[in-house]
């Protein structure tokens, strides 16, 4: 039982320090493009899906890098403020 426990904690302190590392490199796409969180998020979520990576591991990069993998060509455009549910 007391495994199980420390699993389930050892889990939840992983989970924590991802949503960290996705809100800053969110963060880090606002500053850049000048975007809401919602379209920061969707360009993470665009990288992990074009480069085959989780999420964690893309935010990792960007954070560590300061690139975003896979959205070179399309950053930008997928930054303007009308692709984030208009489409």
Known sequence: MAFADAQQISGLKEALATRDLIGQAKGILMEHYKIT???????????????????R????????????????????HLATPYSVGER
């Open 57 to 76: 591991a893309v935010a990792e990069h960007l954070t560590t890098t300061g690139n975003l993998p896979g959205l070179r060509d399309t950053a930008l």
């Open 37 to 55: 969180d919602q379209q920061a998020f969707l360009l993470l979520t665009r990288a992990s899906s074009r480069t085959t990576t989780k999420l």
